[in-house]
């Protein structure tokens, strides 16, 4: 009865909607009063009300039948004090929803998740100690110093979960950890984010700073500054920037950063920055810099865009193995896609 209470009222959220507004889109068929005593566990619903309910709500009926504890801590929303808690609301649920399927899924393939933190305990109050981090990190994930050609399944290949979902406010992403230190998670808004995949990449790494990184103590602006930074020195490492550029310079040729741009996957006037934070290029440089890319119109829309991919497979590959090697059955794969049977085996090939 609590399992089936709580999912009732996450699937609500994520889809939105007040009691009455669930009332409403199942016509009435209860009454708001009815539906809040079901999420209340002081009733519980027949199997014909969970069908209706589950149509209306777009899950499966065995949604409310799944018991995976997800239990989220302190959420980072940057930028957004004033976020919308409807919206907040609908994308945490969400959020929750995806990584218990998801978890669900390794748990049955006996997939070991725990995340081993290779920054713990190292202390950041400098610009050196970002780039020692960035270089750490890099080393414990065996990256050497070379482009990143996927962020999101390289974080995912290291039991970092990334969800992406769509929502139109104007937040680009958050990370949190996940039943307590156990699972670092990181969401993005997929509906800002997929068109410019350099920003993709910058959100996903600057967030991960938020989980990896012991800068909780400091002010919200130096705290974002040293993620920032973070961020662009896992993209392009300190050596690597200077080797490219070939050490000091007193200008940048717009093609050469826009080509470097390409390469590593890092926007123009992150680059830029980089190389201001590096001494590779100096103050009035910078400002030079932005000012001339200002009046070109390039600050929103930058000439060059990033070409590459930034998706990960991985839940769709666990999946499949599961299937193939008959952990689940087809039914159970649909459930776990919070697809119906007819769709699933209208969208993929089950041998």
């Given at each position: 009865?609590?399992?089936?209470?709580?999912?009732?009222?996450?699937?609500?959220?994520?889809?939105?909607?007040?009691?009455?507004?669930?009332?409403?889109?199942?016509?009435?068929?209860?009454?708001?009063?009815?539906?809040?005593?079901?999420?209340?566990?002081?009733?519980?619903?027949?199997?014909?009300?969970?069908?209706?309910?589950?149509?209306?709500?777009?899950?499966?009926?065995?949604?409310?039948?799944?018991?995976?504890?997800?239990?989220?801590g302190q959420i980072e929303f940057r930028k957004l004090k004033n976020?919308?808690?409807?919206?907040?609301?609908?994308?945490?649920?969400?959020?929750?929803?995806?990584?218990?399927?998801?978890?669900?899924?390794?748990e049955i393939l006996g997939i070991e998740t725990k995340f081993d933190?290779?920054?713990?305990?190292?202390?950041?109050?400098?610009?050196?100690?970002?780039?020692?981090?960035?270089?750490?990190?890099?080393?414990?994930?065996?990256?050497?110093?070379?482009?990143?050609?996927?962020?999101?399944?390289?974080?995912?290949?290291?039991?970092?979960?990334?969800?992406?979902?769509?929502?139109?406010?104007?937040?680009?992403?958050?990370?949190?950890?996940?039943?307590?230190?156990?699972?670092?998670?990181?969401?993005?808004?997929?509906?800002?984010l997929d068109i410019k995949l350099d920003r993709k990449r910058f959100?996903?790494?600057?967030?991960?700073?938020?989980?990896?990184?012991?800068?909780?103590?400091?002010?919200?602006?130096?705290?974002?500054?040293?993620?920032?930074?973070?961020?662009?020195?896992?993209?392009?490492?300190?050596?690597?920037?200077?080797?490219?550029?070939?050490?000091?310079?007193?200008?940048?040729?717009?093609?050469?950063?826009?080509?470097?741009?390409?390469?590593?996957?890092?926007?123009?006037?992150?680059?830029?920055?980089?190389?201001?934070?590096?001494?590779?290029?100096?103050?009035?440089?910078?400002?030079?810099?932005?000012?001339?890319?200002?009046?070109?119109?390039?600050?929103?829309?930058?000439?060059?865009?990033?070409?590459?991919?930034?998706?990960?497979?991985?839940?769709?590959?666990?999946?499949?193995?599961?299937?193939?090697?008959?952990?689940?059955?087809?039914?159970?794969?649909?459930?776990?896609?919070?697809?119906?049977?007819?769709?699933?085996?209208?969208?993929?090939?089950?041998?």
């Open positions: 009865m609590k399992y089936l209470a709580e999912r009732l009222k996450s699937a609500r959220l994520m889809n939105g909607l007040s009691l009455q507004g669930l009332a409403d889109r199942i016509n009435n068929y209860v009454t708001k009063q009815a539906l809040s005593k079901y999420e209340q566990g002081q009733v519980v619903p027949d199997s014909e009300m969970i069908g209706i309910l589950a149509e209306a709500l777009q899950v499966r009926p065995d949604y409310f039948n799944a018991n995976t504890e997800i239990e989220f976020y919308p808690t409807k919206e907040k609301s609908r994308i945490v649920e969400i959020a929750k929803n995806e990584l218990s399927r998801y978890i669900e899924l390794e933190n290779p920054l713990e305990g190292m202390k950041i109050s400098s610009q050196e100690d970002i780039e020692q981090a960035a270089e750490k990190l890099r080393d414990a994930w065996g990256l050497g110093r070379d482009a990143i050609s996927n962020v999101t399944e390289l974080l995912e290949d290291h039991h970092v979960k990334v969800i992406e979902i769509d929502s139109e406010e104007s937040f680009d992403g958050f990370a949190t950890w996940v039943n307590g230190k156990d699972i670092p998670l990181i969401v993005l808004n997929k509906s800002k959100t996903a790494l600057h967030e991960l700073g938020h989980l990896l990184l012991d800068v909780n103590g400091y002010e919200e602006k130096l705290k974002e500054k040293y993620c920032h930074a973070f961020a662009t020195a896992m993209l392009i490492p300190k050596e690597t920037l200077r080797n490219e550029l070939g050490g000091k310079r007193n200008r940048l040729s717009m093609n050469e950063i826009g080509a470097i741009k390409q390469q590593y996957g890092i926007s123009m006037q992150a680059l830029v920055y980089r190389a201001k934070d590096l001494g590779l290029i100096s103050d009035n440089y910078l400002k030079q810099f932005y000012l001339v890319f200002n009046q070109l119109g390039y600050r929103v829309n930058e000439p060059v865009e990033y070409e590459g991919v930034e998706h990960s497979n991985r839940f769709s590959q666990l999946l499949f193995r599961a299937l193939a090697e008959e952990y689940i059955s087809i039914s159970k794969a649909a459930s776990l896609k919070n697809q119906k049977l007819a769709e699933f085996r209208k969208e993929n090939l089950v041998i």
